[in-house]
């Protein structure tokens, strides 16, 4: 295995992606000009879940919080302008996810930690058994750029919550994070470990690289962790989406790296994968009992909030593998083809 550095993919800043409707096409309108008031469409009406228009204007909005784009003023990240659009587009996006998973039959388990346990073990589309036992190189490759889009910022949206949380619950998240950082080893960080998992594959490891490829649904699940993470009144869902995706990780990512070897990848292709199967099988119970336990212990009326954050997690999770499943099942290609109409997302 190649010796992991810090390259500078790790400073790049992305381009903005072409439009996808009447939403991203007034946002980036303005973008490219000095921040001021702009008008926007108001409207996006496709499933606010997996809608391309309303995710990718949402994912830009939130970028301006992380790395932004390059030509755009970082004055944008705050401008009030921003805010309202950020602020309605968010406001579609919540209701559709409390509406679609509100309702959880976990909710009426007798404690918490039961009932994000029955949220963990929900049986969902077979993505990783998939990609373990039958996936060919291509659909691999595709897989890897789908996740780039959160795996190149990894941890980046659960550090928002870190200064809203304190005492125990704040070191449990604390100790999460320092190990997704590399635990102070600049090559251990792991996004670092996934640009090396995409050389592997021969793919562009840049930041942001193929953003214009990557469809509503796969946006929607790096959305709903910075809308989690930006907004302190949803720490509790943060904490329960924490511990459900670091639950649900180790089996997922053992099979992903059973795949690769399956179709002769080697180690620095693995290595994310091997390294995430070793980490969440410890990072899943520090979630659930000593960042969950304490967040509940501190003020207990986050139990709705910590489970709603569970389900929703795990429902948009079980909504992006169904759609990659039903692509490949078709014959259709699971990256956007630039250029194609907004909406054109669907899932099922």
């Known amino acids: 295995m190649s010796s992991a550095s810090v390259g500078p993919s790790e400073h790049e800043i992305a381009v903005l992606p072409e439009p996808r409707g009447p939403v991203t096409e007034d946002l ?33 909005c939130y970028e301006l919080h992380y790395r932004g784009f390059f030509g755009v003023d970082d004055r944008w990240e705050w401008h009030p302008a921003l805010m309202r659009l950020r602020g309605r587009l968010e406001e579609r996006f919540e209701a559709a996810l409390r509406e ?92 670092v470990l996934y640009r090396n998992t995409m050389d592997a594959l021969g793919l562009d490891g840049r930041y942001g690289a193929y953003l214009d490829l990557v469809p509503g649904p796969i946006l929607a699940t790096v959305n709903i962790m910075s809308m989690f993470g930006l907004h302190r009144r949803l720490r509790g869902a943060l904490a329960g989406h924490l511990a459900v995706a670091e639950m649900t990780s180790a089996l997922a990512n053992k099979q992903v790296a059973e795949g690769m070897r399956r179709l002769g990848l080697g180690r620095q292709a693995t290595g994310f994968f091997d390294e995430h199967v070793i980490a969440d099988s410890v990072h899943d119970m520090i979630a659930l009992h000593d960042l969950v336990g304490a967040v509940l ?52």
């Not at 999770?317 to 956007?336: F, H, I, T, V």
Request: charged content about 25%.
């Open 100 to 191: 679609r998973f509100g309702g959880s039959e976990a909710l009426d388990k007798p404690d918490v930690v039961a009932a994000l346990t029955a949220i963990a073990n929900q049986s969902g589309p077979p993505l990783s058994r998939y990609l373990r036992d039958d996936a060919g190189l291509a659909e691999m490759r595709d897989y890897v750029i789908l996740r780039s889009a959160y795996q190149l910022k990894e941890a980046d949206p659960h550090a928002w919550g870190i200064p809203r949380m304190t005492g125990k619950a704040k070191t449990a998240l604390l100790e999460i994070e320092f190990d997704e950082f590399g635990s102070g080893r600049a090559e251990r960080i792991h996004a």
């Open 297 to 348: 212990e501190q003020d207990s009326s986050l139990a709705t909030e910590v489970l709603f954050g569970a389900s929703a997690w795990t429902g948009l999770d079980g909504m992006s593998a169904e759609y990659l499943l039903n692509r490949w099942a078709e014959g259709d290609p699971s990256l956007r083809t630039p250029g194609r109409a907004a909406g054109t997302s669907s899932v099922g």
């Open 28 to 60: 980036f309108h303005a973008l490219t000009g000095r921040p001021g008031d702009f008008a926007c469409a108001e409207a996006v009406e496709g499933d606010a879940l997996v809608d391309d228009d309303l995710h990718l204007a949402l994912y830009t």
